[in-house]
């Protein structure tokens, strides 16, 4: 039912608009019509209606009835009259005059008789066809005056000029002439200057007589029609054609001020005014107001614009209901876009788990590990308002990684990649097989994943404090790592990649381990994070030949020229985070006075027994005795031959050994688990490159 509202009501309103209003043209009692012409008041055709100089005759011996002006037939046929322009179009008429004839003719186009009437100067022009003629127009007041009311008209053709179409309808000397009608003029004379009485200076086709008429301008300026009205009035052929002219007419013979006074005054109508008339030098003009149309000589004839009012209704309406129509429209396309969009990403998501779901369960040991950590692409996008910008916490080598609420309130870290190639696919996986199997409180731990794009999104335990080189590297020297921090820092990140190259059947070699991937939570307990780069090295491998993968100034040598991956490549950038723990140096962008990078500069120092020219003077004031054996581990890690480096866990338990009591690590065990490939826990505490002997005495230096 809603939907047929508009269409009715616009129905409505066009038949409004299409239904004629009741106007009030005349008096009651009064002829309203003659044949086909209306006959409003003032004007009349009874007696009884009469207003003075306003009397019409209708004629209706002829069918249909013709209307004439006075009182009798014989006066000039009305086409139209109209109130609102103060105008009556009458049949023109057309006079012939002899070429030779010298005497001025006298042409009155209004009768003597009708008072109210004058040539409408506006609407109608002087149109003399013929050839070889000067003309010159006056009016009879003018003629005794010697003065000319007209500009002069000049035709001089010939049968070769004839054969010229004549421009836009207008006379240009070419067999005719035109000129304009002066204001207030009812007839006039013209005197014509011959200037060539050959016949052979004329189209053979042509009237030796020339013919002059007063001619609305609308008719004679029509383009479609001109020529042939030049070519009928030249052949004096105007029998049975209505050539329109236009007669202005006024009220009274006095202006509006002195008629206001007077009991005949014309404005009747409550919502009329009076105009003095400019069309003649006498009388004045009635019109409705603004706003009001109808007849203002009649009483409520002026009646409010209604018909205008509901057409502009219907065209209001008609633009709303397009506008209406366009919205449906487009609300439809964006509906249905919309509906395609939600189909599509559907399909896309479901693509993209069976995809990834089959990539990580080839990864998995345990097929039921990656069904317990699916999350669903909608869950994360409400966790990150959409992954908004304001929730990026940081930019990894890997992707994004956004801050993120769960429905149960959880607060996670998600990543997300921002290149979609098959490497980062690849990557993610590797990151997801790697961590669900790992359980240790020094690894950040992952919840789990969402399989439902290209490259899946991971979502970790969010780490409040974040990385350990933004702790190092701040502006405010008040504010770095005390040095006992540093040091249990520095231990627990020794645990962890001793736990990592630990494994029973796959060790985990980290491959990118540097400070920024080290996170600190609000206890400033150490986490190692972003997996990406990881690689497993089965139990029967020592190395692995791999592309190269890290960050420079952390990077393995060795590794980065060979391209033999082992467990010392993790034990050298460990070394380096050492480095980095003592002197708040940034690797990356560290360069010597003597032009040498960090490291290089490090081991200088330290072997010309200079080390304190580098050390943080925090760590020299809180503890350079520890320091330099700390420094003394990081060489060993540093050293060139990854064979000659020392083991992750021989490195855990130097440290733990140097803090003696101030490091707990009881119950470490019980946080220990790595799921190998057979599904069991294991955990091998010492790595496949420790010697039992190297074990045997760093177990016996340990403070009991």
């Known amino acids: 039912m809603r939907g047929l509202v508009l269409p009715m009501l616009l129905m409505q309103l066009a038949a409004a608009a299409a239904t004629p209003l009741a106007e009030n043209i005349t008096l009651d009692g009064c002829e309203r019509k003659c044949g086909e012409v209306d006959v409003p008041y003032p004007f009349v055709t009874s007696y009884g209606c009469h207003r003075r100089g306003f009397k019409v005759t209708c004629d209706r011996t002829s069918s249909p009835p013709k209307l004439f002006l006075g009182g009798d037939s014989a006066g000039l046929e009305v086409l139209e009259i109209s109130v609102q322009n103060r105008t009556v179009r009458v049949r023109a008429t057309v006079w012939s005059c002899a070429v030779g004839n010298t005497s001025d003719e006298v042409f009155n186009v209004v009768p003597a008789n009708l008072e109210p009437y004058v040539l409408s100067a506006n609407r109608n022009s002087l149109v003399i066809v013929g050839c070889g003629f000067q003309a010159t127009a006056r009016t009879a007041m003018s003629l005794q005056q ?39 003029l009812t007839s006039f004379n013209i005197q014509f200057l011959w200037l060539d009485m050959n016949a052979t200076a004329r189209p053979p086709w042509m009237t030796p007589n020339v013919s002059v008429l007063v001619v609305g301008q609308e008719w004679w300026r029509d383009t479609n029609t001109s020529a042939f009205k030049v070519w009928l009035l030249s052949l004096g052929h105007v029998i049975g054609q209505v050539i329109p002219v236009v007669l202005d007419w006024t009220v009274g013979q006095s202006s509006c001020t002195a008629a206001q006074t007077r009991p005949e005054f014309g404005c009747v109508s409550k919502n009329s005014e009076c105009i003095n008339s400019t069309s003649s030098a006498y009388g004045y003009v009635c019109q409705c107001n603004d706003g009001y149309d109808g007849n203002p000589f009649v009483p409520d004839g002026c009646q409010g614009s209604l018909r205008k009012h509901v057409t502009a209704g219907v065209f209001l309406a008609i633009g709303i209901g397009i506008g209406l129509f366009l919205l449906l429209l487009g609300l439809a396309a964006i509906f249905a876009n919309r509906r395609l969009s939600i189909r599509k990403e559907k399909k896309m998501r479901e693509y993209f788990f069976k995809q990834n779901r089959g990539l990580l369960l080839r990864q998995l040991v345990a097929k039921d590990i990656a069904e317990k950590m699916i999350f669903s692409l909608e869950e994360l996008r409400k966790a990150t308002n959409k992954f908004d910008e304001a929730r990026v916490l940081g930019d990894g080598g890997h992707g994004t990684v956004y801050k993120g609420m769960l429905s149960n309130q959880r607060v996670v870290a998600i990543k997300k990649s921002r290149v979609v190639v098959q490497k980062e696919i690849d990557e993610f996986i590797n990151e997801v097989a790697i961590l669900s199997q790992i359980n240790h409180r020094n690894i950040v731990k992952l919840f789990g994943c969402c399989l439902e794009t290209e490259v899946p999104l991971l979502v970790y335990e969010f780490i409040l404090n974040g990385t350990l080189y933004a702790h190092l590297h701040v502006d405010d020297p008040q504010k770095p790592l005390q040095w006992k921090n540093r040091l249990r820092i520095a231990f627990e990140v020794a645990s962890s990649l001793a736990y990592l190259h630990s494994a029973a059947t796959t060790s985990v070699v980290h491959r990118d381990i540097k400070t920024t991937n080290i996170l600190l939570d609000d206890r400033l307990i150490a986490k190692i994070s972003d997996f990406g780069a990881s690689r497993g090295i089965s139990v029967d491998q020592s190395v692995a030949t791999t592309g190269i993968k890290g960050t420079h100034g952390y990077l393995d040598p060795e590794y980065f020229y060979t391209g033999r991956l082992m467990e010392k490549s993790d034990v050298y950038s460990y070394g380096v985070i050492l480095v980095e723990l003592l002197t708040r140096k940034k690797p990356s962008v560290y360069m010597s006075p003597e032009g040498v990078s960090l490291v290089a500069h490090f081991i200088m120092l330290l072997n010309q027994d200079k080390l304190s020219e580098i050390l943080d003077e925090q760590v020299a004031e809180e503890g350079e005795h520890e320091a330099k054996q700390v420094a003394a581990i990081a060489a060993k890690c540093l050293r060139l031959n990854g064979q000659n480096r020392p083991t992750m866990r021989n490195v855990e338990m130097r440290l733990q050994r140097l803090q003696g009591s101030d490091i707990d690590i009881s119950g470490v065990e019980e946080h220990l688990t790595y799921l190998g490939g057979n599904g069991e826990a294991s955990y091998n505490y010492c790595s496949r490159q420790c010697s039992m002997e190297e074990e045997i005495l760093l177990s016996a230096s340990l403070e009991r």
């Open 146 to 184: 010697g003065a000319a009311m007209f500009p002069w008209c000049t035709s001089n053709c010939t049968v070769q000029d004839q054969q010229k179409v004549q421009p836009a309808g207008r006379c240009a000397g070419v067999g005719c002439c035109e000129a304009a009608i002066p204001t207030g």
